[in-house]
């Protein structure tokens, strides 16, 4: 399977935690490079569902070394919280998992600083999961942060977190909201340092030692190509590099040592939050819900749905240079009429093949639509390709032609067996 990273080439939520479940089969190592606890990826085991933030997906499976890269921030009260659940539910969460000595940390000021900043943006607001995912990665661009080689260092981190909660302090207060207390702050801190220290190491010199030995790593993309700070629809983004470019700098792993790039998607579109969604559409968000489906993993707020729009993923394709496809949720649309899928859109008299930068053009642009013959029959007991409905072929196909990359895996339901290898 040699280094493939695995991206969202949407809005995230593409069903990249179930991808990766399949996928870590063939690989040695998991690793997540970008994003914190904002991520939720699902993954079924029989009817044992697992919600993931931090740990990578990886850790499910049994002998596979998961590697919390110096790219993701990190909250360390969230995570020893994940790996007392996923202990819970009979998962090893022990030597099979390496945080990074580098990676930052979130701390309570990040996440008041969070939802002061998304009042004072009032009916502008970007709509973000509140886990303090912007003030954190802003304060490892001001050199400003404290990474998890800090928190594992008591007397060090004692030094630090003092400074900066007086000056966090300041802010808060005039904005209006409650200073933070320093001692209990520490406090929760130094217990939470304490039970992560055993995982802290230098990651980058470890994944070279396997790669070494041979091993395959998977990079378990988090969020979606349009969060990309750099390439989605700023400011309606996340606050890391989420394309696959992150995946070298989240991790420490050459852009020359990467063999593969395995692109996500839903075979429609969805997005939580507020920000552009050019083929939103109230009839399948209506259909969608009401099967009980696209509630987020991580907030439970209701994902707002759309056609496929393959304006997006072509570009998705461009950015991250996705080989591959793994299209999900296929059998979200068994139901439907006619399907539409966008292919261009339309501003004014300006047409565009690919995703426009400015937000604001982006809400103002008219999908134009192509339209596909429903198959009007459940996928989600198909395995393989041949018995997928002719006219669900003909979509998939058609799907990954717009997208301009092979299409390699599609997924016909939540679990690991509904998963079709074409
Ligand atoms: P991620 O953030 O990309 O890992 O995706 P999430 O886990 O947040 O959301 C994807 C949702 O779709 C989860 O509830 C998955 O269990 C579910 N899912 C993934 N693939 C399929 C599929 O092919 N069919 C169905 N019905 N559900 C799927
Ligand atoms: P996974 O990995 C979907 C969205 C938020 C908000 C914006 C900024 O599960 O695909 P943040 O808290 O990061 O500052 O919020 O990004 N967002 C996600 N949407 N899936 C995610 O992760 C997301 N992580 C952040 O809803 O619009
Ligand atoms: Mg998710």
């Not at 399948?284 to 009401?290: N, V, W």
């Not at 989600?380 to 006219?391: F, G, H, T, V, Y």
Request: with cysteine; aromatic share 6%.
């Amino acid at each position: 399977m040699a280094n493939t990273i695995l991206v969202g080439a949407q809005w995230g939520d593409e069903g990249k935690g179930k991808i990766i479940d399949v996928l870590t089969e063939n690989a040695d190592i998991v690793v997540r490079y970008a994003g914190g606890n904002n991520a939720g990826h699902t993954v079924f085991i029989g009817k044992q569902k697992y919600v993931l933030h931090l740990v990578p997906s990886g850790i499910l499976r049994k002998k596979k070394l998961c590697v919390i890269g110096n790219g993701v921030v990190i909250d360390p009260v969230g995570l020893v919280d994940e790996i007392k659940g996923l202990r819970k539910l009979g998962v090893k969460v022990g030597d099979n998992l390496v945080v990074s000595e580098t990676a930052h940390v979130v701390l309570p000021y990040h996440r008041e600083l969070d939802a002061q900043r998304e009042v004072l943006k009032g009916k502008n607001k970007i709509g973000t999961t509140k886990r303090g995912i912007g003030p954190a990665y802003g304060d490892k661009a001001a050199r400003v942060g404290l990474r998890m080689i800090d928190l594992v260092n008591p007397k060090r981190f004692e030094e630090k977190l003092r400074l900066r909660i007086k000056e966090n302090n300041e802010v808060l207060r005039a904005l209006g909201a409650k200073p933070l207390s320093f001692k209990q702050v520490l406090k929760e801190y130094h217990a939470a340092g304490k039970q992560l220290k055993p995982f802290v190491a230098n990651t980058v010199v470890l994944l070279h030692q396997a790669m070494r030995r041979g091993d395959n790593i998977l990079f378990e993309g988090a969020q979606g190509t349009f969060l990309d700070i750099d390439h989605g629809t700023y400011p309606f983004v996340t606050s890391s590099n989420t394309t696959a470019g992150g995946a070298s700098t989240g991790s420490g792993v050459a852009p020359n040592k990467m063999d593969e790039v395995v692109g996500v998607m839903k075979a429609y579109t969805t997005r939580v939050g507020e920000g552009p969604l050019p083929t939103e559409n109230a009839e399948i968000a209506d259909l969608l819900h009401g099967m009980g489906r696209e509630f987020g993993a991580t907030t439970g707020r209701a994902r707002r749905c759309g056609w496929f729009d393959s304006v997006a993923t072509r570009h998705a394709t461009m950015v991250n240079g996705i080989d591959k496809l793994a299209v999900t949720n296929l059998d979200g649309l068994d139901t439907v009429e006619t399907i539409k899928v966008c292919v261009a859109y339309r501003h004014g008299r300006a047409r565009y093949d690919f995703v426009p930068n400015d937000a604001q053009t982006l809400a103002e642009c008219e999908p134009v639509y192509v339209e596909f013959e429903g198959w009007h029959t459940p996928t989600d007991k198909a395995r393989s390709w041949k018995q997928l409905p002719p006219k669900a072929r003909a979509y998939l196909k058609a799907i990954a032609e717009l997208t301009g990359a092979k299409l390699a895996i599609a997924s016909v339901g939540p679990s690991r067996d509904q998963t079709i290898f074409v």
